[in-house]
């Protein structure tokens, strides 16, 4: 009983240790993931993550600053909560009067003192005349006094009738000068009452201009639409209440449209001469993972730019989506993966599984228990796979990361 036993238990030990050899003995040790060498399409791609932005937009803008002069800035006081829905004619913000009421009265006191100006013209042009019709006047008497002097010296020697003659000549001329001086001061009196009033009147335009801003600081939406703030450059976040308006950005808000969108991506240099209008682009939302987007280039930009926090240079790429969702909002942030050309029945392989050595690339084939060290001749790649021109066939094994049994294989090279 107990030698058959021990014959029982000896049998199961060989077994084992068969088993052991063939599955552990020929294997050499090392990761078990690994991928197969596809035939497939192989898509050259640009990646670049993007924002999402409506296609068109409606800015809310303050009214116009310059026009009045107002180069100072303009808080929000109030405004209303991103995002929301609003109609046509719904409340949106309040604008800081203090700055126009400042305005307001400064222009109220030049109102003041162009009144007072126009007044004291008036006067002062009343006197002016009434001394120079005055002057006529009394010219004129002089002149009825000469010419009957002139009468009464008919009997007197000669050089007193032309004496006479002399002193009328003398005193007619003196009093068409002075009409002529009259119709001058005319002109000029009316011209100081022209331009006193004038004055008066352009302060009372600008009075009235200003009171009308101030009235219209209290800002309504023109259309329906999705309310989104808009960036604030001079402070790095979004404009809202107790941010400043500026004359040279009026803008305070936007209303999207959201049936059109586009994605706005930067392209570096070094791609950037493979984008073309027209190319094909799959995209992704880094909020909802599961979303797959469609669309199309409609925009490469010619001149480079520098973004904030890099120095180098970047293009300006706009993708208008084949297609929009009631999930899309403005400033989501996309993955934008530009087609730009596909080539069929390709040999593929992950990145990750290729290596290189003294400018030899290279990689881990598995063969049944074994692994081989093989040189491989490569294509074009994109960030997630790269065409084997040469070394391996459609279906071969090779290993995602460095054996740890295999670094000191000896390198198969092509022939």
Not at 17 to 24: E, G, K, Q
Not at 110 to 119: A, F, H, K, V
Not at 178 to 194: C, D, F, T
Not at 370 to 390: A, C, F, P, Q, Y
């Amino acid at each position: 009983m107990f030698k058959k036993k021990w014959w029982l238990i000896a049998a199961l030990l060989l077994v084992c240790t068969i088993t052991a050899y063939f599955v552990f003995g020929k294997k050499a040790a090392g990761p078990s993931a690994v991928a197969k060498v596809k035939k497939e399409n192989f898509r050259d791609v640009v990646v670049s993550p993007g924002e999402l932005m409506a296609e068109n937009t409606v800015y809310i803008q303050s009214p116009p600053l310059q026009t009045h002069q107002i180069y100072e800035e303009i808080k929000i006081q109030d405004m209303v909560t991103e995002g929301i829905t609003v109609k046509e004619g719904d409340y949106i913000a309040t604008l800081d009067p203090a700055v126009v009421n400042k305005k307001i009265g400064d222009v109220q006191m030049e109102l003041d003192r162009s009144i007072t100006t126009l007044s004291q013209t008036a006067l002062d042009t009343t006197l002016q005349m009434r001394e120079s019709r005055d002057n006529i006047t009394n010219l004129k008497f002089q002149m009825e006094q000469k010419k009957i002097a002139l009468e009464l010296s008919k009997f007197e020697p000669p050089a007193t009738i032309r004496q006479a003659e002399l002193d009328l000549e003398k005193a007619d001329r003196d009093f068409k000068q002075l009409g002529e001086k009259y119709k001058i001061q005319q002109r000029q009196a009316s011209a100081k009452m022209e331009q006193a009033a004038r004055e008066v009147k352009r302060k009372q335009e600008q009075l009235a201009a200003l009171e009308d801003l101030r009235n219209n600081f209290r800002i309504t939406a023109p259309k329906k639409g999705l309310l989104v703030y808009i960036p604030d450059y001079a402070t790095g976040g979004k404009k809202k209440a107790g941010s400043a308006i500026r004359s040279w950005d009026p803008r305070i808000c936007m209303l999207p449209d959201l049936s059109s969108m586009l994605s706005k991506t930067y392209i570096n240099e070094v791609d950037i001469s493979k984008i073309k209008k027209e190319q094909k682009v799959s995209m992704g939302l880094d909020a909802f993972p599961e979303v797959k987007l469609t669309g199309i280039v409609t925009s490469v930009a010619n001149i480079g730019e520098n973004r904030p926090g890099s120095n180098a240079k970047v293009f300006e790429v706009l993708i208008k989506l084949d297609k929009v969702d009631s999930i899309l909002k403005p400033g989501m942030t996309t993955s934008n993966n530009i087609l730009i050309n596909q080539v069929p029945n390709k040999l593929t392989i992950p990145l990750e599984a290729v290596f290189s050595e003294k400018s030899k690339s290279f990689v881990y084939l598995r063969r049944g228990n074994s692994i081989e060290k093989r040189e491989v001749k490569l294509g074009k790649s994109n960030d997630e796979v790269v065409i084997v021109d040469k070394g391996l066939e459609a279906g071969d094994e090779v290993y995602m990361s460095e054996p740890e049994s295999a670094k000191n294989h000896t390198l198969v090279v092509l022939k």
